[in-house]
């Protein structure tokens, strides 16, 4: 998959090739976002074009409010590796900076069509463009008459009776309820990261973790979970994993800790991705570390039975 980080890298391409595009956040790229891409790759192939993804780095909220922004459910990375995987064969993703201020007929004339060669653009029910989300569905369809490119608007997607949101996987996830996540997502939420060396605790009790830095402003999950790894080898390699804070030794900083079990591999610097499959318990603040060393063994063995159900 092509990536474009400015509007200058665009520009180094040459003239604008014909375009399916379709423009959104993408976080998390669940099933409505999946319709979304379907779409959009369906008009490319009838068409004989090539499907561009465009998004922004960071999302418009972390941009206006980052101390508010709902926690990401992928960052850029995972979403490119997604979207590489599902087939799209360009991605614009420039910062949000460059493209806020562009009036809906500046959008339109200047970056859809002038830039991206847009020949048909497939959206979602919900869209909105241009400084302060003024721009239409109405308008889009009225310039798409006047430059000649068709538009596409996806209904939204319900899993048993609900929306499917990002808003809505975050709040599954926050209350523990994975298979709903799961069901939104339509597979298991993943968080993906670099193995970085921790304070060694874990091994001193027993529990060699693998430590993976979030690279969040704030995680939308928290808790003791089963889990699977990938990136280790050709199969998901099972084991427990932790997102929090750590309060029983002080922590203030979430962090990704994951046990692979029957595991003894150094693998400081690798590239893993933890599944979460079934939420084992909250975080907890333990009086000791033997008491949390007792409930590591329990955490240990609930993570076992779930994964092998």
Known sequence: ????????????????????????????????H?????EAQREAVAARQR???????????????????????TRFRER??????????????????????LAPAAFIDALLV??????????????????????????????????????????????????????AIRQALKMGDLDAARGMLGRDYSISGRVVRGLGLGRQLGFPTANVNLKRLQAPIDGIFAARVTGLGALPLPGVAS?????TIGGNQALLEVLIFDFDREIYGEYITVHFVKRLREERHFANLPAM????????AAARAALTD
């Open 293 to 300: 060393q007792r409930q590591m063994h329990a955490d240990v």
């Open 51 to 73: 499907t561009l993804v465009f998004t922004f780095e960071p999302t418009p909220k972390e941009f206006f409010s980052p101390a508010t922004a709902p926690p990401r459910l």
């Open 1 to 32: 998959m092509q990536l474009y980080r400015t509007l200058g890298s665009l520009d180094r391409r040459g003239a604008a090739v014909p375009r399916v595009v379709t423009i959104g956040v993408f976080d998390g790229l669940h099933i409505g």
């Open 34 to 38: 999946r319709a979304i891409l379907d």
């Open 80 to 101: 490119f590796e997604q979207l590489a995987t599902l087939g799209v064969d360009e991605l614009f993703c420039p910062h949000f900076r460059a493209v806020r201020d």
């Open 114 to 167: 002038g830039k991206l060669g847009a020949r048909h653009v497939v959206i979602g029910d919900d869209f909105r463009f241009g400084a302060e989300r003024r721009g239409t569905v109405d308008e889009l369809r009225a310039s798409g008459r006047r430059h000649g490119f068709g538009v596409t608007e996806v209904p939204p997607v319900s899993w048993h009776g609900q929306r499917v949101s990002s808003t």
């Open 243 to 247: 997102v929090g804070t750590r309060p």
